[in-house]
């Protein structure tokens, strides 16, 4: 199917239209418009392919900090706001 859609008439077809629609000084622009913005494509998707391998590779990663339940006879801000609300 994809060698039926870039056969030579329907190339010379589209070739055609776009001169008609464009006109022969914006083609070039345009072209260099889209081959810009395809280098930029990939060149973020070469960022981010790299900073996903370093940051995969790397054994430094910050852990998580522990959570640590409050030790016994502890009390917590809440707890005594409410001790001292219930006494007055």
Same mark, same amino acid.
């Given at each position: 199917m994809l060698e039926d859609l870039? =056969?030579?008439?329907k190339l010379l077809l589209i070739a055609v239209?776009? *001169? *008609?629609?464009f006109g022969p000084k914006? *083609?070039?622009?345009i072209a260099q418009s889209i081959g810009k913005g395809i280098r930029e494509f990939k060149k973020a998707m070469k960022d *981010?392919?790299?900073d996903v391998s370093t940051s995969a590779n =790397?054994? %430094?990663t910050p852990k998580a900090k522990e959570i640590r339940?409050? %030790? %016994?006879g502890a009390e917590s801000k809440t707890d005594a706001r409410s001790k001292t609300e219930t006494k007055s």
């Amino acid at each position: 199917m994809l060698e039926d859609l870039l =056969s030579w008439d329907k190339l010379l077809l589209i070739a055609v239209v776009l *001169i *008609i629609f464009f006109g022969p000084k914006k *083609i070039p622009d345009i072209a260099q418009s889209i081959g810009k913005g395809i280098r930029e494509f990939k060149k973020a998707m070469k960022d *981010i392919q790299e900073d996903v391998s370093t940051s995969a590779n =790397s054994d %430094a990663t910050p852990k998580a900090k522990e959570i640590r339940p409050p %030790a %016994a006879g502890a009390e917590s801000k809440t707890d005594a706001r409410s001790k001292t609300e219930t006494k007055s």
